[in-house]
């Protein structure tokens, strides 16, 4: 069969996807995108619109009301604050460590590798709320309930970023590579800085766009340590203590607090397309 015949049966490496894989990833887009369009429309119409036969399809004109309403019953700007130092600094810090743990196991060769990577990895299947209350009990004993550190501290490195970095490190740098380095003379941090780190990047970009998103929605250790000096996330769940709720006003606070992580997501998306293409390139 000649090249010329694949190509027209849409076989190789010019064959076009079937409708049926557009029909679906376009189901897709539009069930992962309509609840945020959703409180978009709900966000910025009147609280009758809820309760409508057919509610609106588009954008009210009083989304700047709802958000002024937002802005005058919680303390938001205190609040995004928060939220953007404690988002930031567990980050970095995670993205940080786990890429040096995670290029120890991956490539370092040390007693005792293998049971603390299974220890690791055990960790992962302990619930998170099972540590919740000795681990407040510790804060209170240290004194930072009440500061932000009480919501750093605990989560400045994650299991789940040691586990994933070594996986992605572990076939990523050929051990050739890293023997060249040595016999060239190269300590082993310089041979991290100048081998392992450049092959990390693009991991560390999702593992970093992850945990960002995952600290900045977070709300359950936050509401136990920082009622009074809040996150965004807790500042925005004030808007519901009422009696009466009015969702237009939570569901324009939820679009603001929303607009971070889009903003976020856009700039290092290109990051995160080439760590996906490495990945399945590698795979």
Known sequence: MSSSSVRHRGVGLDARPHW???????ALLIGSTYPLYWSLVMGSSDKSALVQTFPPLLPG???????????????????????????????????????????????????GR???MVFVIATLAVPTQLGIIPLFMLMKEFGWTGTLGAVIVPTLVTAFGVFFM???????????????ARVDGASMLRTF??????????????LGLFTFMTAWTDYLWPLLVVPQNPTLQVALSQLQSAKYVDYSIVLAGAVLATLPLLALFVLAGKQLVSGIMAGAVKG
Do not use: C
């Open 20 to 26: 049926f894989v557009y029909a679906l990833l376009s």
């Open 61 to 111: 004109s009083q989304f700047w009301s709802n958000v002024a309403e937002v802005l005058d019953t919680v303390p938001f700007w205190k609040a995004l604050a928060n939220s953007i130092i404690v988002s930031s600094v567990i980050t970095i810090s995670v993205v940080f460590f786990s890429t040096l743990a995670g290029y120890a196991f991956a490539k370092l060769r040390f007693k």
């Open 114 to 116: 293998e049971g603390l």
């Open 166 to 180: 070594r996986q992605y490190l572990v076939d990523v740098i050929p051990n050739e590579l890293i023997e060249a």
């Open 193 to 206: 800085l100048n081998v392992g780190l450049p092959a990390a990047r693009p991991a560390m970009a999702i």
